[in-house]
């Protein structure tokens, strides 16, 4: 059976540039529309958070606006997430986890991850490991900021020059919070060295480089999910 660490971040709160604090947490078709698809596929799911702390989804991604107007879209998220309410609150502890356990990591994303998963060393050395033992490392929207904090001794990034996608800063823009942002993801994945992929704004992209998977938004969720399942499924 596939072992899957599904990290999830524990943020509930984003620190804005001027310091005060943005209401956050996970963003809920990212995390119901990847763990649904993993679970489905018969998959061990670990779901893990930083200290082992209880996740929060950001309301922002439950509003109807946020999700194309779509009434019963939302009502679907609420669902699930109900469904699996235990295991968000109870997660495993992130640092605790050993890369050798688990065939793939999986990061849904949300403004979250930027608040704790991209300056943790190690979930960026659980990143590492993964990655150089040949693992699929996967992260949707704005989780690659995990991939921040993944370098080597040297202090050299362990995805300098790969291709990968992300939440945009034209999407941070267009969301109103770019000037708010401390940093943006796309510049800072940029700075460190990636080969920064973009699609149009909102609709689903997803690159692969290796075996890393990376999706740019929210839509590319389910389309990153699909990929991820397939790959494993093709190495056997």
Known sequence: MTNLLFAVTSADQWTLKDGTKHPTGFWAEELVASHRTFVEAGWNVTVASPGGKPTVVDEGSLAVDANGGDEAKVDELKKYLESVDSVLRSPAVLEDQKAGDYDAIFVPGGHGPMEDLAVSPQVGAIITELLDAGKLVSAVCHAPAAFLPATRQDGTWVFDGYELTSFTDEEETQAGL???????????????????????????????????????????????????????????
């Open 178 to 236: 770019a000037d708010k942002a401390p940093w943006l993801l796309e510049s800072r994945l940029r700075e460190s060295g990636a080969r920064f992929s973009s699609g149009d704004a909102w609709e689903p992209h997803i690159v692969v480089d290796r075996n890393l998977y990376t999706g740019q938004n929210p839509a590319s969720t389910k389309p990153l999910a699909d990929r991820v399942v397939e790959a494993l499924r093709t190495r056997g």
